[in-house]
C-alpha cells in the first residue's frame, strides 16, 4: 500500500488537525500508536491515515492487476459500508472466479485482505463477492441449518456438519441460537473444523 500517511509528535490533537487540513477531506480512516520515548522525553504519538478514495482506488488496482493476470474482464463496485468494505465482481466467467466450492473466490479474497493487510488496522474487514454467490449461498445454509435445528428438536439426536469456513460457522451459532433448546459447538482444526448441534443438556 503506498498511499498511507503517516504523521509523528507529542500533541495528538495537532496530529489530527494537520491529517485533516492535508488529506483535504472528511472521509480519513486513522490508527494511532502512543509510544513511550524516554523518561524525561515523554511520549510521542504516530497517526496512521489513508482516505476512503484512497482506499478505494487501492483496491481498484488490485482488481486491475487480478484481471490482467487471469485474462478475465471483471466489473466490480466497492461499497464502505461501516468496518466491511464490499467488493462486489461481475465477469462473463463468474465460473472461474469462483472456483469448486468457493475455493478461488476464498484465495481472491485472502490475497486482497494480504494485500491491503494495513486496513486492519483501521478496523476494517474485506468481504469479496461473486455476482452475490456468497448471499445465494448464505440464504441457502439458512435455510438447511433451520431445517437440521427442527428434526435435531423431534428426534433428540446431534447432527454433525461438514467443515465450514469461519464465518459459515458463526452464521450456523446464530441460527442455532434462536432455538430455546439447542446449542451448537465447533470442533477440530481448521480447514476440517466441524460443528455439532444438539438438544441443550
Same mark, same amino acid.
Given at each position: !500500500?503506498?498511499?498511507?500517511?503517516?504523521?509523528?509528535?507529542?500533541?495528538?490533537?495537532? *496530529?489530527?488537525?494537520?491529517?485533516?487540513?492535508?488529506?483535504? @477531506?472528511?472521509?480519513?480512516?486513522?490508527? =494511532?500508536?502512543? #509510544?513511550?520515548?524516554?523518561?524525561?522525553?515523554?511520549?510521542?504519538?504516530?497517526?496512521?491515515?489513508? @482516505?476512503?478514495?484512497?482506499?478505494?482506488?487501492?483496491?481498484?488496482?488490485?482488481?486491475?492487476? *487480478?484481471?490482467?493476470? !487471469?485474462?478475465?474482464?471483471? +466489473?466490480?463496485?466497492?461499497?464502505?459500508? +461501516?468496518?466491511?468494505?464490499?467488493?462486489?465482481? &461481475?465477469? /462473463?466467467?463468474?465460473?472461474?472466479?469462483?472456483?469448486?466450492?468457493?475455493?478461488?473466490? /476464498? $484465495? #481472491?479474497? #485472502?490475497?486482497?485482505?494480504? $494485500?491491503?493487510?494495513?486496513? +486492519?488496522?483501521?478496523?476494517?474487514? %474485506?468481504? =469479496? /463477492?461473486?455476482?452475490?454467490?456468497?448471499?445465494?449461498?448464505?440464504?441457502?445454509?439458512?435455510?438447511?441449518?433451520?431445517? #437440521?435445528?427442527?428434526?435435531?428438536?423431534?428426534?433428540?439426536?446431534? =447432527?454433525?456438519? /461438514?467443515?465450514?469456513?469461519?464465518?459459515?460457522?458463526?452464521?450456523?451459532?446464530? %441460527?442455532?441460537?434462536?432455538?430455546?433448546?439447542?446449542?451448537? @459447538?465447533?470442533?477440530?482444526? $481448521?480447514?476440517?473444523?466441524? @460443528? &455439532?448441534?444438539?438438544?441443550?443438556?
Amino acid at each position: !500500500m503506498n498511499t498511507l500517511h503517516k504523521y509523528e509528535g507529542k500533541s495528538l490533537e495537532n *496530529l489530527k488537525k494537520q491529517c485533516i487540513d492535508e488529506l483535504n @477531506t472528511d472521509e480519513i480512516y486513522t490508527h =494511532v500508536e502512543e #509510544i513511550e520515548t524516554g523518561i524525561f522525553k515523554g511520549k510521542k504519538y504516530i497517526l496512521t491515515a489513508m @482516505t476512503k478514495e484512497e482506499i478505494i482506488n487501492e483496491i481498484k488496482n488490485f482488481i486491475n492487476q *487480478l484481471s490482467k493476470n !487471469m485474462n478475465i474482464e471483471i +466489473n466490480y463496485e466497492i461499497r464502505i459500508e +461501516n468496518e466491511n468494505i464490499n467488493v462486489l465482481l &461481475v465477469t /462473463d466467467n463468474n465460473k472461474i472466479m469462483i472456483g469448486k466450492e468457493g475455493k478461488t473466490l /476464498d $484465495a #481472491i479474497q #485472502i490475497v486482497l485482505r494480504q $494485500a491491503m493487510k494495513d486496513l +486492519n488496522k483501521f478496523g476494517l474487514r %474485506i468481504i =469479496v /463477492d461473486v455476482s452475490n454467490y456468497k448471499n445465494k449461498k448464505i440464504k441457502n445454509l439458512e435455510y438447511e441449518i433451520k431445517k #437440521i435445528c427442527k428434526e435435531v428438536l423431534k428426534t433428540k439426536m446431534e =447432527v454433525k456438519l /461438514d467443515p465450514m469456513n469461519s464465518y459459515e460457522r458463526r452464521k450456523v451459532h446464530s %441460527i442455532v441460537g434462536e432455538f430455546e433448546n439447542l446449542e451448537s @459447538t465447533s470442533y477440530g482444526e $481448521a480447514p476440517n473444523r466441524y @460443528t &455439532v448441534i444438539k438438544i441443550k443438556d
